[in-house]
C-alpha cells in the first residue's frame, strides 16, 4: 500500500530550537496538508497545498512557523524559534483531488515534545 | 466558520454492544467523511457520503447521512476490542480543505 511517509516520528527540542518536520506525500498526489492535533484543540489545519503551491496557510503562525514544498516528493514545516506550546502531534496528510476523489492518506505524525 | 460537534465525547462499552456516534454540522456539509484513529497512528479514511439520506454500509459499520446533509451518524454492531479509536467526522469545504469535529473516543472492553 502507497504510504505517507514522515520523519521524525519523535522529537524533542528545547525551547528556541529550531524544528524542521519533514513529509513525503504519495507519488501522483497533487495536495499536501499539514495539521496540528492536540488534546486540547483537536486537528487543527496549519497549511496545504495543491500542485506545490500554497493554498491556505492561515492557521499558522506566521511568525514562527513556515512550510514549503521544494518539490513533489518532499513537504517540509519549520518553526523557530519552538516554543512549549507547539508540543504537539504533527500529521502530513496527501491526496489526488479530482474525479472521482478517494479521500486523503495521513501519515503517522510527528510527535513534538518543546522543553 | 464550519463547526462540527461530535457526541458523546467518550464512550466505554463492553465486547459485543451496539453503539452509535454522531457529527453534527452548524452548515449543510459539502462532503462528509469519517475517520478512525488509533493510538500513535494518524486518521485512517473509513467512509465519504455526499448525498443526503445515503446509507453505507462497511462490514458492521453502518454510515447514514441525514437528509438535510447537516448530520450524519455512525453505528458499529457487536463492537470488538479492534474498533477501539478515536472517531473522527471531517467536512470538505472549498478547496477541498479538510475540516475535523473534536472526535469521540470508543473503548470497547473484551
Known amino acids: 500500500d502507497a504510504r505517507v511517509t514522515q520523519t521524525p516520528r519523535d522529537k524533542v527540542t528545547e525551547m528556541g530550537q529550531e524544528v524542521t518536520m519533514r513529509c513525503q506525500p504519495i507519488?501522483?498526489?497533487?495536495?499536501v496538508f499539514w495539521y496540528r492535533q492536540t488534546m486540547m484543540q483537536g486537528l487543527e489545519l496549519l497549511a496545504y497545498?495543491?500542485?506545490?503551491?500554497?493554498?491556505?496557510d492561515s492557521g499558522m503562525p506566521k511568525d514562527r512557523f513556515s512550510a514549503e514544498m521544494p518539490d513533489a516528493t518532499l513537504a517540509t514545516l519549520k518553526i523557530q524559534p519552538s516554543e512549549p506550546r507547539d508540543s504537539a502531534v504533527y500529521f502530513c496528510?496527501?491526496?489526488?483531488?479530482?474525479?472521482?476523489?478517494?479521500?486523503?492518506?495521513f501519515g503517522s505524525g510527528t510527535r513534538l515534545t518543546v522543553v | 466558520t464550519q463547526l462540527l460537534e461530535q457526541s458523546p465525547q467518550f464512550l466505554s462499552i463492553q465486547e459485543g454492544e451496539n453503539l452509535t456516534v454522531y457529527c453534527n454540522s452548524s452548515?449543510?456539509?459539502?462532503?462528509l467523511q469519517w475517520y478512525r484513529q488509533e493510538p500513535g497512528e494518524g486518521p485512517v479514511l473509513l467512509v465519504t457520503v455526499v448525498t443526503g439520506g445515503e446509507v453505507k454500509k462497511l462490514k458492521r459499520l453502518t454510515f447514514q447521512f441525514g437528509d438535510a446533509r447537516k448530520d450524519s451518524s455512525l453505528h458499529i454492531t457487536a463492537a470488538q476490542p479492534g474498533d477501539t479509536g478515536l472517531y473522527l467526522c471531517a467536512d470538505m469545504e472549498y478547496g477541498n480543505k479538510l475540516v475535523f469535529g473534536a472526535g469521540t473516543i470508543l473503548r470497547v472492553k473484551s
Open positions: 507519488l501522483g498526489h497533487n495536495t
Open positions: 452548515s449543510v456539509f459539502s462532503s
Open positions: 497545498f495543491r500542485n506545490r503551491a500554497p493554498l491556505d
Open positions: 496528510a496527501s491526496g489526488l483531488v479530482g474525479s472521482p476523489f478517494y479521500g486523503y492518506t
